[in-house]
Structures are given as structure tokens and as C-alpha cells.
């Protein structure tokens, strides 16, 4: 089946769902011009310093990094934040905020992005969770409490560019020692977590849903996938939205919008 017959045929499942997950991942905000870190040519080009000292993306989204070679840690996150805030929520953001008030009766953002663009583009913060935190929180590096709080200042640190290292970092409120991004890192063991938004999504699949839209997942991290998976052995209906068809291979799912996230999510709109 072609995308616009597979649009066609999703939009119909859509206009009967009455109940709606979205599940977004790297793709969706890859059309914002966020990058995903995942594509190392596209790291390396961005932080060519990190090539010279063999640092790669998962050795600084690490707390490991952030003990060890703390300029370049806080550095990654600043240029991220300003990345972020350089570039805006694409079109596709606001299509899912307009169908969420407009269109179903109840549904929910579950994201593993950090860039914080759901809830930039103004979706309902009691109808969001960012499973992986996000770049615009804070909490204590050594976390001396539970507590994490919201910090949009855009510079937050200095940045020298030619060595990729910053300075001037943000503190903890509670202690005084280093803040870092309230993001999951690799071999993160400090993460405190978002028990509000996380108890939010329970409290959403706690009746059926109608159906899943998963959009943009890298397989490489497959959260969202596994979700996707399991509604769907419940009766859940999932569209899949991605221009690589080998992701499917988790959901397997009989919707697959062969396309990027804004262009289907355009056409979506257009045919529901
Ligand atoms: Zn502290």
C-alpha cells in the first residue's frame, strides 16, 4: 500500500478513535532541526573538540561526565539548550495540540524527547510525559533531594566554542554543588524522575485506548516501541509514522506511514 492510500486508511481509524496516545520519539522534533546524536557524523561535525578527545554523545550524557570532565559535560547540554531555543516546534506540534482539544475525548503525549517541545508549542502539561526529562529542568548533581525545578535561562552557561568546554554552572538550590539537566543519562543511577507526569500517563491507560500514533522512533531507542507493542496485543489500533520501514520490525503494525513526521502528520490532518 502507498503512503496516501496508508494515510487514507489511518485518518479513518483517527476520525472513529476516541481515546489517543501519541508516542513520539527523535523524528518528531528531528523536522525542528533538533539533532539526535544517534548519526555520529552529525555529532563529530558539531562538536569537533569531543572528536579529538574520544568523547562520544553517550560518554557525556553520562553522570560519569559530569564528575569527570564536568566543562565538557555541561557544555554538550548548553549547546543543546541553545540549539533548542534557536530552533522552534514545527507545524506538526500544533496539529497534535489542536486534535487533542479539538478531536478526541482524552489523549496523551508520551515522548522520549528531552527538548521540552511539546510543552513549548503549549500542550497540556497534565497531559504530557517526557519519560527521558528534559533539558529545561534541573536537579542536584549528587541528587541531596528528590526535588527538581525549572530553569529556561537561555544562556545558562558560559560556552567556548573552539574547546567545547563551559563555565559558570548552575547550582543546586537545596546544596550548593552542581546542578544537572532532570534528564535520564546513560548509567544514570541519579535521576529523579517525574512522579507527577508519571503517574499522569498510569492514570491514562488505565482504560482502553482506541488508538496509538507512533512517530519517529530510531529503534535504537525503542521505548516507545515496546509501548506501541503491548497496546496492540490489547486491541489498541497503532500508525506508525517513519520514512525507514525496517523500524516497524517492534510494533509490526498494519498502519505504516512510509513518510517524515510532519509531512504525514499534514496529510493526516488533511484527510481526517
Ligand atoms: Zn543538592
Sequence with gaps: MDAPEMTKKSAAVLSEAKRVLFLTSAGMSADSNIPTFRDKDGYWKNFPPFKEKGLEAQDLASPWAFRNVLPH??????WRRRNADENQPHEGYFIINRWMEDKFDDAFIHTTNT???HLRSGCNSRQ??????SMW?????NACSSDFWDEPAVPLCELDHDSMEAAGYPNCLHCGSIARPHILMFGDMEYVGHPEQDDNFEEFLRR??????????????????????????????VININPDPSVNRI?????????????ALKALDAAM
Excluded at 504530557?128 to 526529562?133: D, F, I, N, P, T
Excluded at 529542568?137 to 548533581?141: A, G, S
Design 115 to 117: 527538548d521540552g517541545y
Design 73 to 78: 559535560a555541561w557544555a554538550f547540554y548548553e
Design 137 to 141: 529542568r534541573m536537579q542536584c548533581l
Design 251 to 263: 510494533a509490526q503494525t498494519e498502519y505504516f506511514i512510509q513518510m517524515k513526521t510532519l509531512e
Design 208 to 237: 482502553p485506548v482506541d488508538a496509538a500514533i507512533l512517530i519517529g522512533s530510531s529503534g535504537a531507542v525503542p521505548t516507545n516501541d515496546y509501548i506501541a507493542a503491548q497496546l496492540q496485543g490489547t486491541g489498541t489500533a
Design 128 to 133: 504530557v510525559r517526557e519519560v527521558h526529562g
